[in-house]
C-alpha cells in the first residue's frame, strides 16, 4: 500500500474526566481515520495522554497522591472511553514513556547546540497560591486574574528557545501553505499574530519537578508544552522506529480545538524548523460546544459527560450528532432536545426507514434475492447521475474536513432515493410490472448501499447492521470506496429480509 495518511488528536491532560471536548476531537480523528481508509489509505491515527506539568502536580499534591499515580489512575479513564465510542486509535501515547523522554530531550539538546537554546532570566509578575506567571497586561486591577490575590515580581533562571527568529521564516510558509491552518479564519488569526513580531519562549521551569529533565541540567525540567508537542514525533516512532517514522512523518492533520491553535500553528512550527524537521501539512482547529447556551464548566455543574451520552443514546447516535448538528470548525451549542431531534429526524425518519422499507420490499417481492436490472429509463438515470454528484460532493468535503457538508449531501441522497421509492411505487409495480420492479429494487438497494456506505464513518456499528440486512457478506469496515460507489450487481448476497428498525424513536 503506498497512500499513507498520519492523523493526531491533542493528547489529553490526566488532571481531569474526558468530557465532550475530548470526545469531540477523538471521534472527529476517527471519522476521517476511517473514511481514508475506505479510500485505500494506511493510516496511522496517534492520541494519548499529557502527564507532566504544575497542573498534574498540583492536582496529585491534592489528592495526596504521586503524580505518576494520578496518571495511572486517569489513564484507563480514557482507555476505557475510546473504546467505547469505537476509536480505531493506531498509537497511543503516554508523556511519561522512557521513549518519550528520549526524543524530548535529543531535540532540546539538538536545538541548544544549533544556539536555538540558550540560558537566560524570566522574570514576570508571580501569584504565588496559583503558581503561575502574568504578565503585566493579564493582571487584574494589579493582582492575579485568576484569584484575586497580590502578586510578587519573581526571577527565575530558564532556558529560552529563539522563537523570535523563527518569525520571518514561519511567515513565508503561511503565505505558500494557505492550507496550513484551518479553517481560514485561523490561518489569518496565526498570521496576524506572527506578523506582530515573535518573543523568544520560556521553556524550561525551576519552580516544580514533574517534568522532563533538561539535559545536563536536571534542576530544570522542559516546558510542558514542548514535551506535549513532541508526541506527535514519539508517537510515530521518531529514534524508536525510524522506518514508521520515514513513512507518515510530515503529518497530514494534527486536529485540535480553537484554544491551542497558537501552541500548534506558532510553537510547533518553530520547534521543528529549529530541529530541521519537515512541517506538519495541516493543523484543523474545531469549535467550543457550549451547553444550552452557556459555557461548559465545573462550577456550573454542566460538564457533558461522553460515557453517559453513548449510554444513553448510543454510541453512533452520539458520534454522528457531533457532526450533523454543527459545522466542523465553528462553534456549537449542546443540548439533549437537539440529540433527541436528530435521532428521530435524520436517523429514524430517515436514513432508518429507508433501510427497513428497501430490505422489506426485497423481502417481500422479491423473495429476499436481488435481480439483474432490466432497461433504464430516464427516472433511473436521474437517480443515478445524481447519486454520482452527491458522492463527489461528498468526498471532496470530507477531505477537507467538511462533516457537516459531507453528512448533508448523504441527507440529500436519502432524499433523493425516497423519492425514487414514492415516485417507482415497487408495491403498484409488484401487481403489475415484475420486469420493472427488478430494475427499480435493483436501483434501490444500491442507493441505500451509497448512502449506508457514506455513513459508515460516522456510524460504524449501525452501518455495518444495515451492510448486513442489505446481504452484504463482507465487512463494511474493508469496503474500498472506489469499487462501493458505483451501481452494481452483487451476485454472493445473502437473502435479504426485514430488520427491526436500526433507530427506536425515542420519546426525550
Ligand atoms: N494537553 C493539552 C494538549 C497538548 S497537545 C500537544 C490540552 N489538553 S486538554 O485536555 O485540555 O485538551 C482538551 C482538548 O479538548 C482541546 O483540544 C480543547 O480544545 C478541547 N476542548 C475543551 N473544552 C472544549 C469544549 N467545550 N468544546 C470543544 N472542545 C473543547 O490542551
Known amino acids: 500500500m503506498n497512500k499513507h495518511y498520519y492523523i493526531t488528536t491533542p493528547i489529553y491532560y490526566i ?16 471519522v476521517m481515520a476511517r473514511y481514508k481508509r475506505t479510500c485505500g489509505y494506511e493510516v496511522f491515527f496517534l492520541t494519548g495522554v499529557d502527564e507532566h506539568g504544575q497542573k498534574a502536580q498540583k492536582s496529585a499534591l491534592e489528592q495526596g497522591i504521586q503524580p505518576r499515580e494520578l496518571a495511572d489512575r486517569m489513564l484507563p479513564r480514557f482507555v476505557d472511553l475510546w473504546k467505547l465510542l469505537s476509536i480505531t486509535n493506531t498509537g497511543f501515547i503516554r508523556t511519561t514513556d522512557a521513549a518519550h523522554r528520549k526524543v524530548v530531550q535529543y531535540l532540546f539538546e539538538k536545538i541548544y547546540k544549533k544556539g536555538d537554546i540558550y540560558l537566560g532570566e524570566y522574570e514576570d509578575w508571580y501569584c504565588v497560591p496559583c503558581e503561575g506567571y502574568f504578565t503585566e497586561l493579564q493582571l487584574k486591577g494589579g493582582n492575579c486574574p485568576d484569584c484575586g490575590r497580590g502578586v510578587e515580581r519573581l526571577k527565575e533562571e530558564s532556558y529560552f528557545f529563539g522563537m523570535s527568529r523563527y518569525g520571518e521564516p514561519l511567515l513565508r510558509y503561511l503565505e505558500e501553505h494557505k492550507e496550513f491552518v484551518m479553517p481560514e479564519v485561523r490561518h489569518n488569526e496565526v498570521a496576524s499574530f506572527v506578523k506582530g513580531g515573535l518573543h523568544d519562549l520560556s521553556i524550561s521551569r525551576t519552580t516544580f519537578d514533574w517534568g522532563i529533565p533538561v539535559p545536563g541540567n536536571p534542576r530544570h525540567v522542559v516546558y510542558v508544552w514542548f514535551d506535549a508537542l513532541v508526541n506527535y514525533l514519539t508517537g510515530v516512532g521518531f529514534l524508536s522506529d525510524m522506518e514508521l517514522f520515514e513513512k507518515f512523518w510530515p503529518c497530514d492533520a494534527h486536529l485540535i480545538g480553537k484554544d491551542i491553535l497558537r501552541f500548534h500553528a506558532v510553537y510547533w512550527p518553530s520547534f521543528l524548523m529549529a530541529a530541521e524537521l519537515p512541517l ?3 493543523v484543523f482547529a474545531h ?27 448510543g454510541v453512533d447516535e452520539f458520534r454522528f450528532f457531533l457532526f450533523r448538528e454543527v459545522p466542523f470548525g465553528l462553534d456549537g451549542d449542546f443540548s439533549r432536545d437537539a440529540i433527541v431531534a436528530r435521532i428521530n429526524g435524520d436517523l429514524a425518519n430517515d436514513y432508518g426507514n429507508l433501510v427497513s422499507r428497501s430490505v422489506n420490499m ?17 427516472t433511473d438515470s436521474h437517480l443515478i447521475e445524481r447519486t454520482q454528484a452527491l458522492l463527489a460532493e461528498y468526498q471532496k468535503e470530507m477531505d477537507a474536513f467538511g462533516f457537516y457538508k459531507a453528512l448533508n449531501a448523504v441527507f440529500d441522497l436519502t432524499g433523493l432515493v425516497n423519492k425514487y421509492i414514492d415516485t417507482e411505487a415497487p408495491w403498484k409495480l409488484a401487481k403489475e410490472d415484475p420486469a420493472r420492479l427488478s430494475t427499480v429494487l435493483y436501483n434501490i438497494w444500491n442507493g441505500v448501499r451509497i448512502c449506508t456506505l457514506l455513513l459508515y464513518p460516522f456510524m460504524p456499528s449501525k452501518t455495518a447492521s444495515a451492510w448486513r440486512a ?8 474493508k469496503a474500498a470506496f472506489d469499487e462501493e460507489r458505483v451501481f ?21
Open 280 to 282: 506538519p501539512k495541516q
Open 15 to 30: 488532571n481531569d474526566v474526558p468530557h465532550i471536548g475530548h470526545a469531540y476531537t477523538t471521534c472527529a480523528a476517527d
Open 287 to 313: 469549535g467550543w460546544w457550549t451547553v444550552e447556551g452557556r459555557k461548559m464548566s465545573k462550577s456550573l455543574h454542566n460538564v457533558v459527560d461522553p460515557v453517559e451520552m453513548a449510554n444513553t443514546y
Open 470 to 477: 442489505l446481504g452484504i457478506n463482507r465487512d463494511i469496515e
Open 488 to 508: 452494481y450487481h452483487a451476485g454472493d448476497l445473502s437473502p435479504i429480509d426485514k430488520i427491526a428498525p436500526l433507530f427506536p424513536r425515542r420519546e426525550g
Open 362 to 378: 426485497i423481502g417481500k417481492f422479491l423473495a429476499g434475492k436481488l435481480d439483474s436490472p432490466g432497461p433504464s429509463g430516464g
